[in-house]
């Protein structure tokens, strides 16, 4: 007999949640477009519209028992406790753990979709406003993208507590810059590394398709944070600024809290989503636990492919530092957190001009 709790994917991700705001919003009847950069990016988001129900084939059958990606590039094959799995659990770990990962991508690009309505509302620039409202509508497109994949994997997990919080602290800021920060370089940083990880991990082409057409979109939008927010902060008085600073480091600290560090130390339980993913793979959650604190003291890391986006190190530190948002205040309590701050741009470079071009379906 259908377990009824399986019955609809989506009956145990968490219901909803209601938030309040303090944020200023902002009318602009100056109509200019004064800001070139903001207006070159509002032109290319409306070339570069997309359909997902025209352009992605939704008629690929996809098996959710089976692994969607490639287990030797998923990032735990290097892992002694996953080695040891018999190969039925390895392959559940697999397609669980990937169906989480997904299940926080889609939870992920809710907060965007509302982070970028924020925006619109508080910008106090016409072109600022223009290029909010694109973002909004591409964050619903990607929102639509990835629960119709999820659907598909029958499978929905809860939103992490940690990535809930870092999305809640950035909707209910005070002013747009700090929403800018959380969204565009924080969230959206840990978001362009995971799906470029994805990109190269899945072996499924419906999802690779997709998620290419949503890099396109996300790499705008770090563009974003970098033209504007940059421009913000260079006209901000002293004290603001450090107020800015001191939530940019904030939120990456809470971060590193959840995370267990730049690289994830695997020293704490997973959270609850990620415990149902295990358990769905018949894994003892603290056995899982123990395996990757055991793999940590033997100095061994997942996700050491050659080619892998490190989040943190090559796109969220170097984003903050080149729009201002880390100050020499700041800088000492990254320090004193044991936070090293990157500062070089070229990979968070090269994924921005990944938007140069029109969406390629062929
Ligand atoms: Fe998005
Ligand atoms: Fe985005």
């Known amino acids: 007999m259908a377990d009824p709790a399986h019955s609809d994917p989506f009956s145990r991700s968490g ?24 207006q070159s990016l509002y ?7 997309w359909d997902a129900e025209q352009q992605l084939d939704w008629s690929q059958e996809i098996d959710p028992s089976r692994p969607i990606v490639d287990e030797e590039r998923f990032g735990f094959d290097n892992i002694p406790f996953i080695q040891k799995l018999d190969a039925r659990r390895r392959e559940a770990f ?19 979709l509302m982070t970028a309505a924020a925006l619109t509302h508080a910008v106090p620039d016409h072109a600022g406003k223009l290029y ?6 591409d964050e619903a497109r990607h929102v639509e993208v990835f629960e119709k994949y999820v659907r598909k994997l029958a499978k929905v997990y809860p939103m992490s507590p940690g990535l809930k919080k870092l999305i809640d602290n950035t909707l209910t800021a005070d ?19 995971a799906f470029h990880n994805m990109r190269r991990q899945t072996t499924c082409p419906l999802l690779r398709q997709l998620v290419e057409l949503v890099l396109r979109d996300e790499a705008r939008h770090v563009a974003f944070g970098n033209v504007y927010v940059s421009k913000a902060i260079s006209g901000m008085h002293p004290d603001e600024r450090e107020d800015v ?36 793979a018949d894994i003892d959650p603290h056995d899982f636990a123990l395996g990757m604190k055991q793999a940590h003291a033997e100095g061994i890391r997942p996700d050491q492919e050659p080619d892998a986006i490190h989040a943190y190190q090559d796109l969220m530190m170097p984003a903050l530092v080149r729009v201002g948002a880390v100050t020499e205040r700041s800088r000492k309590l990254y320090e004193e957190a044991d936070i090293p701050v990157y500062a070089d741009t070229r990979v968070l470079e090269s994924l921005e001009a990944a938007d140069s071009g029109e969406p390629d379906l062929a």
């Not at 989480?100 to 965007?112: I, K, V």
């Open 15 to 38: 219901g909803r949640g209601v938030l309040s705001s303090p944020m200023e919003i902002c009318w602009q009847f100056d109509y200019a477009l004064d800001i070139e950069q903001l």
């Open 132 to 137: 909010a409202a694109t973002q909004t509508m």
């Open 245 to 280: 600073a001191q939530f940019a480091f904030d939120a990456i600290h809470a971060m590193m809290a959840n995370t267990g560090g730049p690289r994830g130390s695997g020293k704490r339980l997973p959270d609850p989503g990620f415990r149902l993913a295990l358990e769905e």
């Open 94 to 112: 697999t397609a669980n753990v990937s169906a989480y990962r997904l299940s926080q991508f889609l939870h992920g690009e809710q907060g965007a």
């Open 43 to 49: 032109s290319k988001a409306k070339r570069n519209q």
């Open 175 to 193: 002013s747009w810059v700090k929403i800018a920060i959380g969204m565009n370089m924080v969230v959206e940083g840990l978001a362009l590394g």
